[in-house]
């Protein structure tokens, strides 16, 4: 019997339409998004492949169009990114080596832009639009993970506060087996 969680999620990977939909080009008109769009590849990958390695050069930013990745840093898992999202970016828009691994979760396809084709467009609007909606996905990502972080400490603090009332009991716990083994033991001496 399959589990609805991963209906919902194999549902996901398949709803994105375009690239176009993407946060990142919000607010471009439709010639700058036709002018985008002639310069982006098309390229699949399969799952357990590489996309980005951490370290090499970044020079391109991907949009899923189908499918899903992981990203890890240090063999961490940060973010779980599906059909909608785009990865890459960071690089990309800073001119840096990757700060993360890539590692496609299920067959992959992507539409990608190298830095040569965005200067290629030669459109300051263009490149100005998508920085702005690279930034507001970036805040928006971190405020998420500052909840996240904030939920787990708060989970953690209870978890220790439990654990602190529990063993406040111990001290008492120690002094009456202590006496017990000294009754014992005079008893045993002296009796």
């Known amino acids: 019997m399959k589990n609805s969680n991963s209906n919902i999620s194999s549902h996901q990977n398949d709803v994105f339409s375009s690239w176009e939909n993407s946060q990142l080009f919000a607010g471009l008109?439709?010639?700058?998004?036709?002018?985008?769009?002639?310069?982006?590849?098309s390229k699949t990958y399969s799952k357990g492949d590489f996309i980005i390695k951490e370290g090499s050069f970044g020079d391109a930013i991907f949009f899923i169009e189908k499918g899903s990745v992981d990203i890890f840093k240090d063999n961490v898992k940060l973010a779980e990114n599906h059909a909608g999202d785009y990865f890459g970016a960071m690089a990309l828009m800073e001119n840096t080596s990757r700060s993360a691994d890539v590692i496609a979760t299920t067959p992959l396809q992507v539409k990608v832009l190298t830095i040569n084709q965005l200067k290629a467009i030669e459109s300051d609007d263009v490149f100005i639009r998508v920085l702005t909606n690279h930034l507001i996905k970036q805040q928006e990502v971190i405020r998420e993970k500052n909840r996240a972080l904030i939920l787990t400490t708060k989970n953690k603090l209870a978890e220790a506060e439990l654990h602190i009332?529990?063993?406040?009991?111990?001290?008492?716990?120690?002094?009456?087996l202590l006496f017990i083994i000294l009754m014992l033991v005079f008893f045993l001496v002296f009796g």
């Open 165 to 176: 009332q529990k063993t406040r009991q111990y001290p008492k716990l120690i002094i009456f």
């Open 29 to 41: 008109s439709k010639d700058q998004l036709q002018n985008l769009g002639n310069h982006l590849i």
